[in-house]
């Protein structure tokens, strides 16, 4: 799929100009001449910047006659917009279930469904599910500090 500049840098700038209102809202730092908003404001002024020139962009090509958006062939196979919607599924997935599931086997479900989804061979699927999952845990659990949801495994892990 190719979407036009124009379009992407219209997102940018709109995304720009509601984090930088979001970000007036943060308090004045004590002793701080500067309040927690100003490098977040610093960045959307930049984002902004760059969504504009994008808009420039996007508009100079159109002149040229290119389409808005251009679905490539591969929109037009079968299953293709389950596919897509499968990142957004996922994250719904864990939203709801992380809790009562724990991270490890939320995890290990998203990624195996995914993995098998963008053709991985089941052996390939479940050996990148557990290690990718064991990485994320070891990352953020012991070396980040996260509390992640252990779910279901709380009575095993603690033995309660």
Known sequence: MRVNDAITGLIL???????????????QLTGMQFSAGF?????????ALCGGFLIFSGIKERSGGQAWVRLDEWWRQSGT???????????????LFSDFLGFI?????????????????????????????GVMQFVFVDLL???LPWG????????S
């Not at 490098?39 to 959307?44: K, N």
């Not at 917009?81 to 719904?92: E, R, W």
């Not at 053709?119 to 290690?131: D, T, Y």
């Open 13 to 27: 700038l709109v995304v720009a100009i509601a984090i930088f209102a979001y970000s007036t809202t943060f308090p």
């Open 39 to 47: 490098w977040p404001q610093t960045l959307c002024v930049l984002l």
């Open 81 to 95: 917009l389950f596919t897509v919607a499968l990142v957004p599924l996922a994250i719904f997935f864990y939203i």
């Open 105 to 133: 086997i939320s995890s290990l479900i998203i990624l195996l469904t995914m993995s098998l989804r963008f053709g991985l061979k089941p052996v390939s699927a479940i050996i990148l599910a557990v290690v990718t999952t």
């Open 145 to 147: 500090l996260v509390q």
């Open 152 to 159: 279901i495994l709380e009575s095993v892990v603690y033995g």
